[in-house]
């Protein structure tokens, strides 16, 4: 079964918590992307991955982290840094000429 | 810097009668769009992509756009649009050039009613 398999579904944490989404593909494909999503403000690029073990900051890293150790992986960490993390997160993958395929999200909720 | 820009955040059209979604684009080299569509607390569906070739590019459910690239538009069209079209719909571009960067645009809501 291929595809982009987030987990989990559901999380929730707790003030001044690190947290970590996972992000794992079997589509083979090189590059890899974690978003966030507001209410309004469409899909904001925290970061993006073209090649295992490099990865690039994009337009809200603040308060984040990733590791591309492996080309199937792309964990985002939600340090205690983000003031505001709840939302909806989004990663997806694509390859050079491609479109991007999306996994089904996490919704991170502070409590 | 790369951008997209989708100036409605909601278009209301019955059904029955075409809908238009805009979409304006900025890149230094020469882009990869797409159009998505979202259903509520799901990821994102891919409906087409313009990389090269004819402007007009044919998608999933009887979609289409345009690629302009004097006016920088992607729009999304439909000739009929179905209550069932009632989305979250995104617009994102990739500059060849940099290869992998993706960005989206903030999303317009479509209302289609009987």
Known sequence: ?111 | AQSVAQPEDQVNVAEGNPLTVKCTYSVSGNPYLFWYVQYPNRGLQFLLKYITGDNLVKGSYGFEAEFNKSQTSFHLKKPSALVSDSALYFCAVRDTGTASKLTFGTGTRLQVTL
């Open chain 1, 1 to 111: 079964d291929g595809g982009i398999t987030q987990s989990p579904k559901y999380l929730f944490r707790k003030e001044g918590q690190n947290v970590t989404l996972s992000c794992e593909q079997n589509l083979n494909h090189d590059a890899m992307y974690w978003y966030r999503q507001d209410p309004g403000q469409g899909l904001r690029l925290i970061y993006y991955s073209q090649i295992v073990n490099d990865f690039q900051k994009g337009d809200i890293a603040e308060g984040y982290s990733v590791s591309r150790e492996k080309k199937e992986s792309f964990p985002l960490t939600v340090t205690s840094a983000q003031k505001n993390p709840t939302a909806f997160y989004l990663c997806a993958t694509a390859d050079r000429d491609t479109e991007a395929f999306f996994g089904q999200g996490t919704r991170l909720t502070v409590v």
